[in-house]
């Protein structure tokens, strides 16, 4: 939990900030100029994420030829994928992310729990459960943010369930696999 804010929103004239005043004609240029930045901040983002799941989609390919077990392939791939969303998230300087004032406590008891029951299940001789993470997605970008601020060794314990047209995409299909 926590709040993301985009740069760059504000009082678009003098006299929304300051009542009683004129407008200044340079915020007038600068309103005026608040589309188009807005429009070139999104497709910088779209394209660094589209670039970034691009080498990620080309190395988790490549990894798949390595003499590994399933699982240590997934996990690979997912910790591929959240370096890949971080820097999409490092290259776009006008989102900034906040966590709530519990995020570090709260994950840190997520895995003292998994800690827990992976000791549990060492001394019983089965395999420790993995943890499954809901989320009721409005975006495309709730799935990216989640994978980008989860810790690693919490989201590579992680599976995920998807809708089925995910896996007809042409670079998403790799990443969902």
Known sequence: QGEVHVAGGGPSSAADSHPGAAPSPALGICAAMA????????????????????WATAVIKLTSFLPLAKRRHEEIGLFLLQMAWRLSFFWAPWMKFRPSDDYVDQWTLVKNVMAELNAEAAEKGTKPKPLFVLGNHTSFLDTVLAVAKIPTEVLIKCRTYMDHHLFKLPILSTICR
């Open 35 to 54: 589309p188009v930045l807005g429009v070139l901040a999104q497709t910088c983002y779209g394209l660094g994420l589209f670039i970034n799941m691009l």
